[in-house]
């Protein structure tokens, strides 16, 4: 898994919404290829070029151990879910990786941007280049089919 786009500066308080927002209305906008889409929890909007899971229907993983879906939209949450936690894994992958990510930083915010844009750009590269991160256990780049 690669970092397609980073976007540093805002606070952690920061709705996700509002910074999606930022993110589309910049010099250097954030672009989603026609035909593809970024997956996103409920906290963003549901809107063209981004996919969220179906409101009130199942979607944690640990609510798929006792059965399977019911319906499309059950099916389609848990494969959502699944593919939502790859891309959570990557930012845990990233921290354990680059220690200076784990603790708060006394630099500028200038430069902990940059710092956060470096570590990301490093990542991508050791990805690029090596064939097995050896920080991965399994595919790093699986394939996950979200067809019915």
Not at 8 to 30: K, Q, Y
Request: net charge positive.
């Amino acid at each position: 898994m690669k970092f397609v786009y980073v976007l540093t500066g805002w606070e952690g308080s920061t709705t996700d919404s509002r910074v999606l927002r930022d993110a589309i209305n910049r010099t250097h906008v954030l672009q989603v290829p026609k035909g593809n889409y970024y997956l996103c929890d409920n906290s963003y909007p549901n809107c063209e070029g981004f996919l969220t899971p179906y409101k009130c229907v199942r979607y944690h993983l640990n609510e798929w151990s006792s059965r399977q879906p019911q319906n499309y939209q059950e099916y389609f949450n848990m494969k959502h879910t699944r593919a939502q936690n790859v891309i959570e894994r990557t930012f845990v992958l990233l921290k354990i990786c680059w220690g200076i990510l784990r603790s708060p930083s006394w630099y500028s915010v200038k430069i902990h941007n940059q710092i956060i844009m470096a570590c990301c750009l490093l990542h991508n590269y050791i990805c690029k280049e090596m064939e097995v991160d050896p920080l991965e256990h399994d595919e790093p780049n699986k394939f996950i089919d979200l067809r019915y």
